[in-house]
């Protein structure tokens, strides 16, 4: 039991050192699984559910059986893992072999070498709800002691992957300000370039630019790249000078 509880603060430790930037999401959903897998007693495979926009998933596996398992739930609406991600609830299947609920979606885990499950909410933001499901091959493995440190071990995750999503959402919305600032500086200087070749105004350039794009069926970000384009690119000479 020490030895397990010394691999359990190591994992926990481990999720604390994860630095952001350095791998991307799905890298640290996998890490999670793994380190949960090396670090709960009787845990033979782990897998992750997650649930954005009421569609379930998984999102990381450490096996093909947990991934066909997962996908069956998701597939029949009902399982261990679909009850503890939408009720933020841990649930608990002691026997698959003898467990009657979920239209005998635990007799297809028995029948795959699994003889009990445990999966525990894993909550990472207000609009993605989960699941951390852990699979072991004998029956009745997850004691008390066990259940209370998968749920220790999710909470320590949950926040792990919601600073991963976070950090994603704000790195996206920053690319896209990037780049609509870019596009809006080459529309600015696209207008530029068609007031002085016909001495037009602002808005009329910007209706040469709306003209252009609706018959091209071309964006008028990309009209306007390539009347930049042209502008800058030196004009042939004519004179054999």
């Known amino acids: 039991m020490a030895q397990h509880r010394s691999e359990f603060d190591d994992a926990l430790a481990r999720l604390g050192l994860i630095k952001l930037g350095e791998t991307d999401r799905t890298g640290i959903l996998q890490h999670v699984t793994y380190a949960a897998r090396q670090a709960l007693p009787g845990a033979t495979d782990v897998s992750i559910t997650l649930i954005e926009g009421r569609r379930p998933h998984t999102a990381a596996?450490?096996?093909?059986?947990?991934?066909?398992?997962?996908?069956?739930q998701y597939q029949k609406r009902s399982g261990p893992c679909l009850k503890a991600a939408t009720e933020q609830t841990s649930v608990l299947v002691r026997d698959t072999a003898r467990d009657t609920r979920w239209n005998r979606w635990s007799a297809r885990a028995a029948a795959a070498g699994v003889g009990s499950v445990l999966s525990v909410a894993l909550p990472i933001l207000d609009d993605?709800?989960?699941?951390?499901?852990i699979y072991a091959r004998a029956s009745e493995t997850f004691a008390d002691d066990t259940v209370a440190a998968a749920e220790t071990f999710a909470e320590h995750s949950a926040v792990t992957l919601a600073n991963a999503y976070l950090y994603d959402r704000t790195f996206n919305l920053a690319q896209q300000m990037q780049a609509a600032m870019e596009h809006r500086a080459v529309i600015e200087q696209a207008k530029g370039i068609i007031m002085g070749e016909r001495r037009c105004t602002p808005d009329e350039a910007f209706a040469v630019l709306t003209k252009l794009s609706q018959d091209s069926?071309?964006?008028?970000?990309?009209?306007a790249a390539a009347v930049v384009a042209r502008a800058q690119t030196p004009q042939l000479r004519t004179d054999p000078r």
Do not use: Y
């Not at 596996?61 to 069956?72: G, H, K, N, R």
């Not at 993605?128 to 499901?133: E, P, Y």
């Not at 069926?217 to 009209?223: F, L």
């Open 128 to 133: 993605i709800d989960g699941a951390l499901n």
């Open 217 to 223: 069926n071309r964006k008028v970000r990309h009209i």
């Open 61 to 72: 596996f450490t096996s093909d059986v947990a991934l066909a398992l997962d996908e069956l």
